[in-house]
């Protein structure tokens, strides 16, 4: 756009109204201005290809997804068998259709999920084994303790029974 020229300033009270307005009108151009750049720039980043890979990479899973959703959910029934459209106001297909495309996503399994599976049934696996191995250790510790309190028992009646206590000192002769 272009820039809106002054005419020559009038003389007097009408000076601060004539600044006014022009300063309105040249603020209004220049915001039009500016929202024709955001305009353009938003045209030109939703038509022309994405610079950050990243967000390439996720507009194009979104654009998949939203692709395949649309596929499943139907538009009013669409890809449907008339009667589940009229009913249902919208099914993606027959149930059996339906089921045969959640078979198909069920043995497709994608490499990086299979992978993470495996990964977590490992980890599980070695979860329970050192929980298996730390609960015999208990058991172990246990009846190591267990006999360790049996043989000092036995060790002390032993000695209690070789002492006899005040009285086997005296049998045995002592005092005399």
Not at 31 to 57: F, H, I, S, W
Not at 64 to 70: A, F, H, Q, R, T
């Amino acid at each position: 756009m272009a820039q809106p020229s002054a005419p020559p300033a009038p003389d007097g009270l009408d000076r601060h109204n004539y600044d006014k307005d022009f300063c309105t009108s040249a603020f209004e151009a220049f915001n039009e201005c500016r929202a024709a750049l955001a305009r353009a720039q938003a045209e030109e980043r939703a038509n022309g290809p994405e610079r950050d890979p990243v967000v390439a990479l996720f507009k194009a899973i979104f654009r998949s997804l939203k692709g395949s959703i649309d596929s499943f959910s139907g538009a009013g029934g669409s890809g449907g068998d008339g009667n589940n459209a009229a009913q249902g106001g919208g099914s993606g297909g027959t149930q059996q259709q339906q089921q045969q495309a959640g078979a198909a996503g069920e043995e497709e399994e994608k490499p990086w999920r299979r992978k993470r599976r495996e990964q977590e049934e490992r980890r599980r696996q070695q979860q329970e084994e050192q929980e298996q191995a730390l609960a015999r250790q208990q058991q172990q510790q246990q009846q190591q303790q267990q006999q360790q309190q049996q043989q000092q028992q036995q060790q002390q009646q032993q000695q209690q029974q070789q002492q006899g206590g005040w009285f086997g000192w005296l049998r045995r002769g002592g005092g005399s």
